[in-house]
DNA sequence: AGGACATCTGGACGAGTGTCAAGAATTGTC
DNA sequence: GACAATTCTTGACACTCGTCCAGATGTCCT
């Protein structure tokens, strides 16, 4: 039985290794260019190996996307449990954007790809709308815990509020590695102001 | 002279001809499932042909996002010219954004495509961002206008007001591209709410 | 009509793709 | 240490890809 069970955690184990160079192999070349051959050259294993542990290539990016999910909502909850005043919070979540903006880039330009790939392969679809809705959680808490600092209330639905945000990350996103050195702290400025547009 | 004049119309009218029919695969397929063989085939001509007229894949795509900005802004001139209150402005603009999304939905998908193609090739980036400045340039219109006729001013700068329109309608195309038959309509409402409010 | 040029065809090329399977290497068990 | 199961390597397969080119076809001018 324990023998069983190491064996699975194992096998997942190895999987999860899998999927993080995978991960790492598809935010440097984007999903049009990575083949499975590259992605192993991001390991210590051949190329074989990945059809040992993923039935396709379908699979591999499948649980890729799945785990991207676990790892891409970063500690924002720290910024909105440490905030003690409407602007603390403000300035707090606009420079942890900033910050991931710039440290997280490529597996942010990761994320538009896919999630772009799932507006024709449907079997993206499910899983990017998961974590869509992650994150639109994690901006509803945000703008909800705002909203109490200052004595307010959200104006917009939270599917909204999210969209906002997206916009301003993406575009953001496109400047940053386009190298506009400003990008940073444009957003910063921009998503201070949105913030506190969506409270009244 | 008239000849040379005549040829050189030939050969682009051909280019565009060429063109047209590479949007409209990669608004099927996507950029990443797109081959100049498929492309051959949406065409009366063969595959060599594509070479004959540009001179590699890159050269193509490139030129078809050109001509993609030709096309993208629709009419919305006219809904602002036609508005004679903000209320009509705010649900002419809304009709047409939920008009398109549906009518066009191929079409934005293969720029949001391209768009997130361009975080990784550095050959698309300067197209894509001077497709999003005319976007940005037709939203600050439409805010503009808007701000006129309700005697306000508009509280965004127009790069943020644009990405946030733009965040909408993204999350828009992708629930009414998994099958989301309110996505329109919740599109018109958000669009006219975030109108109002990015005006004060 | 005939020649000169533009346009197009269809096949070939080398490289790269996802997939698979036979066997080598490793690991765990008695 | 020997046997069995797991894990990994290697090479092959049938494709598809972008690119190129020799030659067929078309077009236009004199």
Redesign the interface.
């Known amino acids: 039985m324990t023998a069983t069970v190491g064996r699975v955690d194992k096998f997942e184990e190895r999987r999860r290794e899998l999927a993080d160079a995978a991960l790492q192999t598809l935010s440097e070349?984007?999903?049009?260019?990575t083949s499975l051959r590259e992605i192993a050259q991001h390991t210590s294993f051949s190329h074989g190996v990945l059809h040992y542990y993923f039935r396709d290539k379908v699979e591999l990016i499948t649980y890729c996307v799945r785990r991207y999910k676990a790892v891409c909502v970063l500690r924002y909850d720290e910024v909105i449990a440490a905030a003690r005043t409407g602007e603390e919070l403000s300035t707090g979540f606009a420079a942890a954007m900033a910050g991931t903006l710039v440290v997280d880039a490529r597996m942010h330009?990761l994320w538009?790809?896919l999630?772009?790939?799932?507006?024709?392969?449907p079997a993206f679809?499910d899983d990017?709308?998961e974590i869509?809705a992650i994150l639109e959680d994690m901006i509803t808490r945000v703008v909800g815990r705002y909203a109490e600092l200052v004595d307010g209330v959200p104006?917009?639905?939270s599917?909204?509020a999210?969209?906002?945000?997206?916009?301003?990350f993406?575009?953001a996103?496109?400047r940053h590695?386009?190298g506009v050195e400003t990008a940073p702290a444009?957003l910063r400025v921009?998503v201070e102001?949105?913030l506190a547009?969506?409270t009244a």
Do not use: C, K, M
Not at 29 to 33: E, N, P, T, V
């Open positions: 070349l984007g999903y049009a260019r330009r538009y790809d999630r772009s790939q799932s507006l024709f392969e679809r990017v709308r869509d104006v917009l639905p599917s909204a999210y969209a906002g945000f997206d916009g301003l993406q575009q996103l496109l590695l386009s444009q921009d102001r949105f547009l969506v």
